[in-house]
T-cell receptor, first 112, second 110 residues
Framework: DTGVSQNPRHKITKRGQNVTFRCDPISEHNRLYWYRQTLGQGPEFLTYFQNEAQLEKSRLLSDRFSAERPKGSFSTLEIQRTEQGDSAMYLC??????????FGQGTRLTVV | GQQLNQSPQSMFIQEGEDVSMNCTSSSIFNTWLWYKQDPGEGPVLLIALYKAGELTSNGRLTAQFGITRKDSFLNISASIPSDVGIYFCAGVYNNNDMRFGAGTRLTVKP
């Protein structure tokens, strides 16, 4: 089964450090999404790629956040100078044109 | 942005009972999606709806795309303990902008 894969599953980091997460989408999916989810809330949209083009970014995505999808395959989400408020589950999803998005298991970030 | 209001926030039901939950918005969506999420895991897609009025089933789950395109409903019949979890609706706007409700937490008592 080649579903959406996210690494790492868990990350604990000290405040001020940089972290990078990776997402490997389902291979034939051209669309890739990043979401952030805090306890008791629904996923909040962060950014969206169609192939390698980053077509939309949420206002939630401050200058400390950057996402890439080189060659339209895997994607990385980097958070610089982490803050305690960045602690959350970071979810990646991919889809084809039909918008049926399939999610990975997420990366849980804890900033201490 | 497009706000989705999902209700109820939580439900406590007896095994075997039917469940209904809904999602409403002030905005029109092109697609409605329903997901289930277990603790510590990513959401799992249950049903996708593409046309106003569409009614789609997946086993004991049935979902409908509202006529106004501003709402959607999910029904679960004859609930079982493994139905426990958080159910999210998601509306897709403009074929790529996918927004989520806050979820309905379902508890099933055996």
């Amino acid at each position: 089964d080649t579903g959406v894969s996210q690494n790492p599953r868990h990350k604990i980091t000290k405040r001020g450090q940089n972290v990078t997460f990776r997402c490997d989408p389902i291979s034939e999916h051209n669309r890739l999404y990043w979401y952030r989810q805090t306890l008791g809330q629904g996923p909040e949209f962060l950014t969206y790629f169609q192939n390698e083009a980053q077509l939309e970014k949420s206002r939630l995505l401050s200058d400390r956040f950057s996402a890439e999808r080189p060659k339209g395959s895997f994607s990385t989400l980097e958070i610089q100078r982490t803050e305690q408020g960045d602690s959350a589950m970071y979810l990646c999803a991919s889809s084809t044109w039909d918008s049926r998005a399939f999610f990975g298991q997420g990366t849980r970030l804890t900033v201490v | 942005g497009q706000q989705l209001n999902q209700s109820p926030q939580s439900m406590f039901i007896q095994e075997g009972e039917d469940v209904s939950m809904n999602c409403t918005s002030s905005s029109i969506f092109n697609t409605w999606l329903w997901y289930k999420q277990d603790p510590g895991e990513g959401p799992v897609l249950l049903i996708a709806l593409y046309k106003a009025g569409e009614l789609t089933s997946n086993g004991r789950l049935t979902a409908q795309f509202g006529i106004t395109r501003k709402d959607s409903f999910l029904n679960i019949s004859a609930s079982i303990p493994s139905d426990v979890g958080i159910y999210f609706c998601a509306g897709v706007y403009n074929n790529n902008d996918m927004r989520f409700g806050a979820g309905t937490r379902l508890t099933v008592k055996p």
